[in-house]
């Protein structure tokens, strides 16, 4: 559950989403991480989702995402709504489509705020908003042929 905050965004007037995007190149974390650096931060809370070599119980052999054309809108929105409840001063998020392999990055989202549990707070809000309302699918392959999409509804 968020925490609340008294005086949400009012530590500038500077647009705090510095970097936002649906790539199809490999994701950087010096470039997220340079990208929320600001001097009023004593916190910048990070996380790095990688594709990992299972599921369920299930050998992962690779997956590939894909997304819908108002997916960016959609990550703008859920970035905003952020923006809104926590004192953010500054944000990214970026998430990989195409085909990746085990242990490439597939999302990088950043938060600085001015103490390190608002970090923490905002952080997590934004990458649980990203994963259940921006969207975007997995299609999952696994070592024994099967495959699945998650995150399909």
């Known amino acids: 559950m968020a925490r609340s905050y008294e005086h949400p965004g009012e530590y500038g007037t500077q647009d705090p989403v510095r970097l936002l995007g649906i790539r199809d190149t490999p994701l950087s974390v010096d ?6 650096g600001d001097d009023a931060a004593g916190g910048i809370a990070l996380f790095v989702g990688t594709v990992r ?3 369920g119980g299930a ?3 690779g997956l590939g995402y894909s997304s819908h054309p108002t997916a960016e809108a959609e990550l703008r929105r859920v970035v905003e709504k952020v923006v809104a409840e ?3 001063r500054a944000l990214a998020a970026v998430h990989r489509v195409g085909d990746l392999a085990i242990g490439d990055v597939a999302v990088i989202v950043a938060v600085a ?6 970090a923490f ?3 997590r809000k934004l ?3 990203l994963k259940s309302e921006v969207p975007i699918w997995k299609h999952q392959t696994f070592s024994d042929g099967a495959e699945e999409w998650v995150g399909a509804h």
Request: net charge negative.
């Open 53 to 55: 070599d299972h599921d």
């Open 59 to 61: 050998d992962v052999a």
């Open 127 to 129: 990458i649980d908003d």
């Open 31 to 36: 470039e997220v991480f340079r990208s929320v």
């Open 86 to 88: 926590y004192p953010v």
């Open 113 to 118: 705020c001015p103490h390190r549990a608002e």
């Open 121 to 123: 707070d905002a952080c």
